[in-house]
């Protein structure tokens, strides 16, 4: 079936690397991707998404890369900090059937990618 | 802003009682989802919400579980009777009609013994 997944569950890195986050999608037809971060004992919080029609997108010390060839999106983390440690999560965005206005419904999530960043 | 509001925070249970869990979300936000997280599966839709109609519940593990929404303000996911299988983190979230972003909540910890 159609899934979304990470090629590794755990990053460590240390404080001021940059780090790199990947993520495999395997519906051809999603349209739109997100990254959420996990803190310990919180729920997903939002990092930043990216259409289908871009390849690339920028945020505060963040950049989404989306590769449609290959089905892989990345996020890129710049001067990583020890707040940066949690858990990130790729996730697609499907569209059901009959959503009643809304475009946006379901989204499928990864697995989960655990970053450490050590001082 | 206050985010999506989700009450108990943290539960544990008995197996064979009802678990209530409750959310508020984003005022103005027009679909709300429930998720379900564990180490073994991850992160799981159960229901979604539009303008407090449920539109996809293909998630819902079975006829214990049950979700209502009877205004926009408030849901509720109920277990009945719950199992320790049932033992996870239930998160809400909320979606605004013209927005793209989900906004989750700081979710309800559920342990059944």
């Known amino acids: 079936g159609e899934s979304v997944g990470l090629h590794l569950p755990t990053l460590s890195v240390q404080e001021g690397d940059n780090s790199i986050i990947n993520c495999a999608y395997s519906n051809s037809a999603s349209d739109y991707f997100i990254w959420y971060k996990q803190e310990s004992g919180k729920g997903p919080q939002f990092i930043i998404d990216i259409r289908s029609n871009m390849d690339k997108r920028q945020g505060q010390r963040v950049t989404v890369l989306l590769n449609k060839t290959v089905k892989h999106l990345s996020l890129q983390i710049a001067a990583t900090q020890p707040g940066d440690s949690a858990v990130y999560f790729c996730a697609e965005n499907s569209h059901p059937a009959n959503a009643g206005g809304t475009s946006y419904g379901k989204l499928t999530f990864g697995q989960g990618t655990i970053l450490t960043v050590h001082p | 802003d206050a985010g999506v509001i989700q009450s108990p925070r943290h539960e544990v249970t008995e197996m064979g009682q009802e678990v209530t869990l409750r959310c508020k979300p984003i005022s103005g936000h027009n679909s709300l989802f429930w998720y379900r997280q564990t180490m073994m599966r991850g992160l799981e839709l159960l229901i979604y919400?539009?303008?407090?109609?449920?539109?996809?519940d293909s998630g819902m593990p079975e006829d214990r579980f049950s979700a209502k929404m009877p205004n926009a303000s408030f849901s509720t996911l109920k277990i009945q009777p719950s199992e320790p299988r049932d033992s996870a983190v239930y998160f809400c979230a909320s979606l605004q009609r013209s927005g793209n972003t989900i906004y989750f909540g700081e979710g309800s910890w559920l342990t059944v013994v």
């Open positions: 919400f539009n303008n407090n109609v449920p539109i996809d």
